[in-house]
């Protein structure tokens, strides 16, 4: 669509996946340092009121690895992923106008880095984020592990598209860019604990996993902004789902993250097991949704990967 970008799309490379290919971004120098904008039109979902949250997410996750250094002598080699990321929606967005991304550097330390990304839209923010980069290895032998086990049915749907047994439901990524069907494929595995009379004992159980593989060039921080693009992909619909009730009720509800993230309307992300094969592309996720009440609603999201190890 005329308009979606600042500049003209490059051509598909067709040694990366759509994945990467969606998520490309490009650099606005002109206009000012650690500035980027999206390379392709986003996607709209039909019905919404604003463009897919998870690509403003992942573009807003790789807007600053941009600014994350690279491996060197003067670091000591030293590789820092993504360790935490809190966001707030607060304009819905706009997919037949660019999307400027503004990054902060604000604070560069030996073990931790820290930035802010602003998603602007005609001079308005519409999406806001801090993200802390941790250094790889930087935890001592005294570091203590543990996370949730993957649900059983989870883990059988997945086993089950990974032996390529169950097909998938297609994600439209928008008209440009890319093939027709969408940077990832998905699908609901069902309701665990669904006959319970109570929602917020219902937990949503569902798959996702990249079209094609990452590309080597695009490394941990390709696979880090997949899943970011991923994760909002089922968690919307929660609510309405334990209630039994049709996606056209959303207005009864806005569905948030705990309280205690003190978000009106957010959403956090850690990953600590990051991403490192194409395989890892592949993720179970379960939805559960502990309260909802006064037009708000509770969400809270798990996500594992195929080795069933808690990635968030």
């Known amino acids: 669509m005329p308009?979606?970008?600042?500049?003209?799309?490059?051509?598909?490379?067709?040694?990366?996946?759509?994945?990467?290919?969606?998520?490309?971004?490009?650099?606005?120098?002109?206009?000012?340092?650690?500035?980027?904008?999206?390379?392709?039109?986003?996607?709209?979902?039909?019905?919404?009121?604003?463009?897919?949250?998870?690509?403003?997410?992942?573009?807003?996750?790789?807007?600053?690895?941009?600014?994350?250094?690279?491996?060197?002598?003067?670091?000591?080699?030293?590789?820092?992923l993504i360790h935490s990321?809190?966001?707030?929606?607060?304009?819905?967005?706009?997919?037949?106008?660019?999307?400027?991304?503004?990054?902060?550097?604000?604070?560069?330390?030996?073990?931790?880095?820290?930035?802010?990304?602003?998603?602007?839209?005609?001079?308005?923010?519409i999406f806001t984020t801090t993200l802390s980069f941790m250094r790889e290895n930087s935890g001592d032998e005294s570091t203590v592990d543990h996370g949730w086990d993957m649900p059983e049915g989870a883990r059988e749907g997945l086993d089950k598209i990974l032996r390529g047994q169950v097909d998938g439901d297609d994600e439209d990524a928008g008209p440009n860019g890319v093939e027709s069907r969408g940077p990832f494929i998905s699908k609901i595995l069902g309701i665990a604990d669904n006959h319970s009379p109570y929602p917020h004992q219902r937990k949503p159980e569902a798959w996702v996993k990249c079209r094609g593989s990452i590309s080597p060039s695009g490394g941990q921080h390709a696979h880090l902004a997949a899943l970011a693009y991923m994760s909002d992909s089922w968690f919307i619909g929660t609510v309405s789902r334990v209630h039994g009730i049709s996606r056209a009720g959303a207005h009864l509800y806005n569905e948030i993250f705990p309280p205690t993230t003190r978000y009106s309307s957010g959403q956090a992300e850690a990953s600590k097991n990051t991403l490192r094969t194409p395989e890892g592309a592949r993720v179970g996720m379960m939805m559960q949704t502990p309260w909802s009440g006064q037009g708000r609603g509770l969400v809270e999201q798990r996500i594992w990967n195929k080795d069933g190890r808690t990635m968030y």
Not at 11 to 25: A, C, F
Not at 87 to 102: E, K, N, Q, R, T
């Open 85 to 125: 990321m809190h966001c707030y929606f607060v304009l819905a967005g706009d997919a037949s106008i660019p999307i400027l991304y503004h990054v902060e550097r604000v604070r560069d330390g030996k073990s931790f880095l820290t930035r802010t990304v602003q998603a602007r839209q005609r001079g308005k923010c």
């Open 3 to 80: 308009g979606a970008t600042l500049v003209r799309p490059p051509p598909v490379d067709p040694s990366k996946s759509p994945m990467e290919t969606v998520l490309e971004l490009r650099t606005l120098s002109d206009i000012g340092p650690d500035i980027f904008t999206n390379a392709r039109e986003l996607w709209h979902p039909p019905g919404a009121r604003g463009l897919y949250g998870g690509a403003v997410i992942s573009q807003c996750l790789a807007a600053a690895q941009e600014t994350v250094p690279s491996p060197s002598p003067e670091n000591n080699r030293a590789v820092f």
